[in-house]
DNA sequence: GTAGGGTTAG
């Protein structure tokens, strides 16, 4: 028999309360000297209450409840038919219970068995009424939820405040809202439980004029505070970016508990502020895993690695066991810095904890994988996720997209939607970067027009960006411009930078210049802007002008962007910069560049000098090709990586066309893989190909 | 022994 505390434990019994319920439980068993089923047997209980003398309602009312509580539905089920069968009446008690277990989700909803108490016995007061509208909602079934509360003969706040959760937690913040405004029309009097509802939706909506509206309600009404109600309003100020209101209401006197101080913390990370957030932190008395989480994944988000490691540190020395949310954080920070090595390591850390796998997790995960180029690892962790939602599924499609496989991800995307799971504007996002790095202009043409016709999504900035990228790489310029000039929305400077790196392309000196225009007029020191347009001069032989605009570009004080590249080597982070001389090792490195310069040439290779648009001679543009960040990086890897491992490189920018034909002869001549992320997609270079086909 | 909420993530 197992002991009744080890079982409480397994079950991590939150509360005295549960406590008081399972010990309840288990006397019953210790008396009747029954062993403890099993939860995966579903035992006969017919022995149970033939021991017990007259059983009472109170007495199976406990028993199906403990098992509820214990996640045992079929044996709540079981008990209740005992009851039945040994003819004890039901209260309104056994409904309850009955039905909460059954609305577990691994049951079917209203169950034959709490179906037929409610309608057949006829335990109709409110409080079984709102049981059931509040378990439909809970379950989604808003539609089914509505009919029945609108059915019931009496309401009460609680009945309201199912149906504004409900709605709420289905993601249909908008028609919450509704619901509460009726519920205040219908002169129901809200309570702080209300309030936090209602606001979890304004949350939703980071709708901030609302949820002051709400605030002054709470005020006008004569509500009250509580610890709840102070912080769902500190939080939906802070989800809104008002930090000010939110630090009003965290200042009243009284409501400083845990629980706002993490989402004030939060709150200050979300909108930058790390150093009023850290500061914060600093003045919490008690901390718990959610201050820490909170505040590492500011320091992410503010790109402050190295504090957001020592916090971590911190976190395990104060006792704390890092959770999902910690390792969420975590793998994030991996992904942006393509760090595939640490990655790993808290890949190898959450198989053998006990955190559990769940979407999130298994999102940040494959998110990780495919951030740093190890799409068959991705695919390895979406194959073996049970549960997958829109985030999981676009998180694939992006990464398989900017990892040069196109076909396939339209071919995921397909398949989401044959398995009904409704694609939103991120997801969309990815497959026209599908389309963008496949050429793929006649399937892009078609899903942008399908987000709007199928699924009534607005295109946003970034959806047309990916347009004007596709059109113009496919030299559909007029088409390009076309599109932005019908634009509803204000064209940015990323929309104009694909139509002149396009206009570059195809040498059009006109467009391009329209566009350049364009793009200063928002960003007048993006030195990219002046980099392209004196290239595309260049380009179309118009030297004068693109030293022109070099001369524009000195005057106004605007540098060019190093080019750097990145490679890791046994966890430690090597950086380059085109044409610096600074790492330690820089004389083996060169000597291994002269080496790569001579295969090279006996392979057969030519530099493209004629997209050096500075005005020097052919010897002089040969050796800057030669210095480019990502050429050094790649000597490097070739002198210290094994030579069984792929060589892995960051690049800020994006490659240029001279070192991708480079590195397609060096991954042959040395038969190594190559795998660059560059500013927009990877490069996977193997056996004198690329992944990308040359298209880029 | 009965119904409604509840701060951190992809």
Same mark, same amino acid.
């Given at each position: 028999m197992i002991h009744?505390?080890?079982?409480?434990?397994?079950?991590?019994?939150?509360?005295?309360?549960?406590?008081?319920?399972?010990?309840?439980?288990?006397?019953h068993?210790i008396?009747?000297?029954?062993?403890?089923?099993h939860p995966?047997?579903?035992?006969?209980t017919a022995?149970?209450s033939?021991r017990?003398p007259?059983?009472s309602?109170?007495?199976?009312?406990t028993l199906?409840?403990?098992?509820s509580?214990?996640?045992l539905?079929?044996l709540?089920i079981?008990?209740?038919?005992?009851?039945i069968?040994?003819?004890?009446?039901h209260?309104?008690?056994t409904?309850q219970?009955?039905f909460k277990?059954?609305?577990?989700?691994s049951?079917s909803?209203l169950h034959?068995?709490a179906?037929w108490v409610f309608?057949?016995?006829?335990?109709k007061?409110?409080?079984?009424?709102?049981?059931?509208?509040?378990g439909?909602?809970?379950?989604g079934?808003?539609?089914d939820a509505?009919?029945?509360f609108?059915?019931?003969p009496?309401r009460?706040?609680v009945?309201?405040?199912?149906?504004?959760?409900g709605?709420?937690?289905?993601?249909?913040?908008?028609e919450?809202v509704?619901f509460?405004k009726?519920?205040?029309?219908?002169?129901?009097?809200p309570?702080?439980?209300?309030?936090v509802a209602?606001?979890s939706?304004?949350?939703?909506?980071?709708?901030?004029g609302l949820?002051?509206?709400?605030?002054q309600?709470?005020i006008?009404?004569?509500?009250?505070?509580s610890?709840?109600l102070?912080?769902a309003?500190?939080?939906?100020?802070?989800?809104?970016g008002?930090?000010?209101?939110a630090r009003?209401?965290f200042d009243?006197?009284g409501w400083k508990?845990?629980?706002?101080w993490?989402?004030?913390?939060?709150g200050?990370c979300?909108?930058?502020?790390v150093d009023m957030?850290?500061?914060?932190?600093?003045?919490?008395?008690?901390?718990d895993?959610i201050?820490f989480?909170?505040?590492?994944c500011?320091y992410?988000?503010?790109?402050?690695?190295?504090?957001?490691?020592?916090?971590?540190v911190?976190?395990r020395t104060?006792?704390f066991?890092?959770d999902?949310?910690?390792?969420v954080g975590l793998?994030s920070a991996?992904?942006?810095?393509n760090?595939l090595?640490q990655g790993?390591a808290?890949?190898?850390?959450?198989e053998v904890?006990?955190i559990?796998?769940d979407?999130f997790l298994?999102?940040?995960?494959l998110?990780?994988y495919?951030?740093?180029?190890?799409?068959?690892?991705a695919?390895?962790?979406?194959?073996?996720m049970?549960d997958?939602d829109?985030?999981t599924?676009?998180?694939?499609i992006?990464g398989?997209?900017?990892?040069?496989?196109g076909?396939l991800?339209?071919?995921h995307f397909?398949?989401?939607r044959?398995l009904?799971?409704r694609?939103?504007a991120?997801?969309?996002?990815g497959?026209?970067?599908?389309?963008s790095?496949?050429n793929l202009?006649e399937?892009?043409?078609?899903?942008?027009h399908?987000?709007?016709?199928?699924?009534?999504?607005?295109?946003?900035?970034?959806?047309y960006?990916?347009m004007v990228?596709?059109?113009?790489?496919?030299?559909?310029l007029?088409?390009?411009v076309?599109?932005?000039?019908s634009?509803?929305?204000?064209?940015?400077?990323?929309?104009?930078? =694909? $139509?002149?790196?396009?206009?570059?392309v195809y040498k059009? +000196?006109?467009v391009?210049?329209?566009? /350049?225009?364009?793009i200063? *007029?928002l960003?007048?020191n993006?030195d990219?802007?002046y980099v392209?347009l004196?290239n595309?001069?260049?380009?179309s032989?118009?030297?004068?002008s693109?030293?022109?605009?070099?001369?524009l570009?000195e005057?106004r004080?605007?540098?060019k962007t190093?080019?750097y590249?990145?490679?890791?080597?046994?966890?430690?982070?090597h950086?380059?910069?085109?044409?610096?001389r600074?790492?330690?090792e820089?004389?083996?490195i060169e000597a291994?560049?002269n080496?790569?310069?001579?295969?090279?040439k006996l392979?057969g290779?030519?530099?493209?000098?004629?997209k050096i648009s500075?005005?020097?001679n052919?010897?002089?543009k040969e050796?800057?090709l030669?210095?480019h960040?990502?050429?050094?990086?790649?000597?490097?890897?070739?002198?210290?990586?094994g030579? =069984? $491992?792929?060589?892995h490189?960051?690049?800020?920018?994006r +490659?240029?066309?001279?070192c991708?034909? /480079?590195?397609k002869?060096? *991954?042959?001549?040395w038969?190594?893989?190559?795998?660059?992320r560059?500013?927009?997609?990877?490069?996977?270079f193997?056996d004198?190909?690329?992944?990308c086909n040359?298209?880029w």
């Amino acid at each position: 028999m197992i002991h009744p505390q080890k079982l409480i434990k397994r079950f991590q019994w939150p509360t005295p309360s549960s406590l008081n319920q399972t010990t309840q439980l288990h006397a019953h068993f210790i008396i009747s000297g029954a062993a403890i089923p099993h939860p995966l047997s579903y035992p006969s209980t017919a022995h149970l209450s033939s021991r017990i003398p007259n059983p009472s309602t109170f007495y199976y009312n406990t028993l199906i409840r403990a098992y509820s509580r214990f996640h045992l539905p079929h044996l709540s089920i079981l008990i209740h038919r005992q009851m039945i069968t040994n003819a004890v009446p039901h209260d309104s008690h056994t409904f309850q219970f009955l039905f909460k277990s059954c609305s577990l989700p691994s049951m079917s909803l209203l169950h034959d068995d709490a179906r037929w108490v409610f309608d057949g016995i006829g335990m109709k007061d409110v409080v079984s009424w709102t049981t059931i509208v509040a378990g439909l909602a809970r379950a989604g079934c808003l539609d089914d939820a509505r009919k029945l509360f609108d059915e019931m003969p009496e309401r009460n706040v609680v009945s309201w405040t199912s149906m504004v959760s409900g709605y709420s937690q289905a993601g249909r913040a908008a028609e919450s809202v509704e619901f509460f405004k009726k519920m205040i029309s219908d002169d129901v009097l809200p309570d702080t439980v209300a309030m936090v509802a209602v606001l979890s939706a304004c949350g939703q909506l980071r709708d901030l004029g609302l949820s002051k509206w709400v605030h002054q309600y709470v005020i006008d009404a004569g509500i009250g505070m509580s610890d709840n109600l102070a912080v769902a309003l500190i939080d939906v100020y802070a989800k809104c970016g008002d930090l000010n209101s939110a630090r009003q209401v965290f200042d009243l006197n009284g409501w400083k508990v845990l629980p706002a101080w993490n989402a004030l913390i939060d709150g200050y990370c979300k909108v930058g502020d790390v150093d009023m957030a850290r500061s914060l932190f600093d003045q919490t008395e008690v901390r718990d895993l959610i201050t820490f989480n909170s505040m590492i994944c500011g320091y992410i988000q503010s790109s402050q690695l190295k504090q957001a490691l020592h916090l971590f540190v911190e976190l395990r020395t104060s006792g704390f066991q890092p959770d999902k949310f910690t390792m969420v954080g975590l793998l994030s920070a991996c992904a942006n810095l393509n760090s595939l090595d640490q990655g790993k390591a808290l890949h190898a850390y959450i198989e053998v904890s006990s955190i559990v796998f769940d979407v999130f997790l298994g999102t940040a995960l494959l998110d990780m994988y495919a951030k740093c180029g190890r799409m068959d690892e991705a695919l390895l962790v979406f194959n073996r996720m049970r549960d997958k939602d829109v985030m999981t599924w676009t998180a694939v499609i992006s990464g398989l997209a900017m990892n040069g496989k196109g076909k396939l991800a339209l071919e995921h995307f397909a398949l989401m939607r044959k398995l009904s799971i409704r694609p939103n504007a991120v997801a969309y996002i990815g497959v026209l970067t599908a389309c963008s790095h496949s050429n793929l202009v006649e399937e892009a043409r078609k899903h942008f027009h399908e987000m709007t016709s199928l699924y009534n999504l607005e295109p946003e900035v970034e959806h047309y960006g990916c347009m004007v990228d596709i059109l113009g790489r496919g030299g559909l310029l007029e088409e390009a411009v076309k599109l932005i000039d019908s634009m509803p929305i204000k064209p940015n400077a990323v929309i104009w930078g =694909s $139509l002149l790196s396009a206009c570059r392309v195809y040498k059009n +000196v006109d467009v391009g210049e329209k566009a /350049a225009k364009n793009i200063l *007029a928002l960003e007048p020191n993006e030195d990219a802007v002046y980099v392209q347009l004196s290239n595309l001069y260049a380009n179309s032989g118009n030297w004068a002008s693109a030293s022109k605009i070099r001369r524009l570009m000195e005057e106004r004080g605007i540098k060019k962007t190093a080019g750097y590249s990145s490679l890791s080597v046994a966890g430690q982070v090597h950086k380059f910069i085109a044409g610096d001389r600074c790492h330690p090792e820089i004389n083996e490195i060169e000597a291994m560049m002269n080496v790569m310069a001579k295969k090279l040439k006996l392979a057969g290779y030519l530099p493209i000098t004629s997209k050096i648009s500075v005005d020097v001679n052919e010897e002089e543009k040969e050796q800057a090709l030669f210095l480019h960040s990502e050429r050094i990086a790649i000597a490097y890897g070739l002198m210290r990586l094994g030579a =069984s $491992l792929p060589i892995h490189i960051t690049k800020n920018l994006r +490659v240029c066309e001279d070192c991708h034909i /480079a590195i397609k002869l060096i *991954a042959k001549i040395w038969n190594r893989k190559i795998v660059v992320r560059d500013r927009s997609r990877f490069h996977h270079f193997s056996d004198g190909q690329c992944s990308c086909n040359d298209f880029w």
